[in-house]
């Protein structure tokens, strides 16, 4: 479920591709139950789909969480986008996710916030995911 989202006014040749209710479905039908923030922000590039990171507890927030940043994407492309997004990137985002999930907690990946992006430029997808090994 997701804890919390905030959003930013965009231009109007401008839109989201990534729906909160389509992220907390596939967050519940998932069993993830990990605190999540979704973020909605103007890309200056457009084609910033998804961009996630999952974070440590710390002094001052004692839990841990993903943080998840959606970009936009021209109205033009938004169609396609939106099709990009639920059929290749949220399936492999949550194979990262429930990768990240199970790994334990003194693993070497966690030496950072392990990463998960995903940009669409000019019809070319492209997602970079921090794995110690493919996740599939």
């Avoid at 109007?12 to 992220?23: A, H, I, R, T």
């Avoid at 949220?90 to 907690?105: D, G």
């Avoid at 998960?116 to 000019?122: G, I, R, Y």
Wanted: aromatic share 12%.
């Amino acid at each position: 479920m997701i804890n919390s989202i905030s959003k930013d006014k965009i231009p109007k040749n401008c839109g989201y591709v990534l729906s909160s209710d389509q992220l907390n479905t596939l967050l519940a039908e998932n069993n993830i139950t990990i605190h999540t923030d979704l973020i909605y922000y103007y890309s200056k590039v457009p084609g910033q789909l998804l961009y996630a990171y999952y974070s440590f507890p710390n002094d001052h927030i004692p839990y841990y969480r993903i943080y998840i940043q959606s970009g936009t994407v021209l109205r033009r492309e938004i169609k396609n986008a939106k099709k990009v997004v639920s059929d290749i990137v949220l399936p492999e985002f949550m194979a990262w996710l429930n990768y990240i999930l199970k790994l334990p907690e003194n693993s070497t990946l966690f030496n950072k916030p392990p990463t998960f992006t995903a940009t669409l430029k000019n019809g070319n997808l492209d997602i970079t995911k921090d794995t110690l090994e493919d996740c599939h």
